[in-house]
Nanobody
Framework: QLQLAESGGGWVQPGGSLRLSCSSP????????IGWFRQKPGKEREAVVC????????YYLNTVKGRFTPARDNARNTVYLGLNSLPPGDTAVYSC??????????????WGQGTQVTVSS
C-alpha cells in the first residue's frame, strides 16, 4: 500500500526559503500525480500546487506562483516543493498527496502526515 512521508519543514525568517520533500518508503511515485496542500492554523486545508508524471504543473493558488516550485526526482523517488520569498502568511502544515491522472483537487486520496513550516522573525 502506498505511503507518503514529507520532510524539510522548519522555521524560517520572512523572505527565506525552504525545500520540502515528499517520498514513499513503500512504492515508486513516478507514475503518480503529486499534489501539495497546506493547512493554516484554524483554517481548512487548501490545495497549493500539483505536478503530474509528465511534469505538468498546475497552481491552485495564484499567490504562490513564482515563489513555490514543485519538481520530481524519480531517481530519488522524491517530489520536492521549493518555497521562496516566504511571508508569515505561508505558515502552515504542508502535506503531499497522490492521485492518478489530472490535477483535480478533490481526487487526491493518499496523504502524508505533513510537515510544519513556520515563517516568523
Amino acid at each position: 500500500q502506498l505511503q507518503l512521508a514529507e520532510s524539510g519543514g522548519g522555521w524560517v525568517q520572512p523572505g527565506g526559503s525552504l525545500r520540502l520533500s515528499c517520498s514513499s518508503p513503500t512504492s515508486t511515485v513516478d507514475t503518480y500525480t503529486i499534489g501539495w496542500f497546506r493547512q493554516k492554523p484554524g483554517k481548512e486545508r487548501e490545495a497549493v500546487v500539483c505536478i503530474n508524471m509528465h511534469n505538468y504543473i498546475w497552481y491552485y493558488l495564484n499567490t504562490v506562483k513564482g515563489r513555490f516550485t514543485p519538481a520530481r526526482d524519480n531517481a530519488r523517488n522524491t517530489v520536492y516543493l521549493g518555497l521562496n520569498s516566504l511571508p508569515p502568511g505561508d505558515t502552515a502544515v504542508y502535506s503531499c498527496a497522490t492521485t492518478k491522472g489530472r490535477c483535480i483537487a478533490h481526487d487526491f486520496s493518499t496523504w502524508g502526515q505533513g510537515t510544519q513550516v513556520t515563517v516568523s522573525s
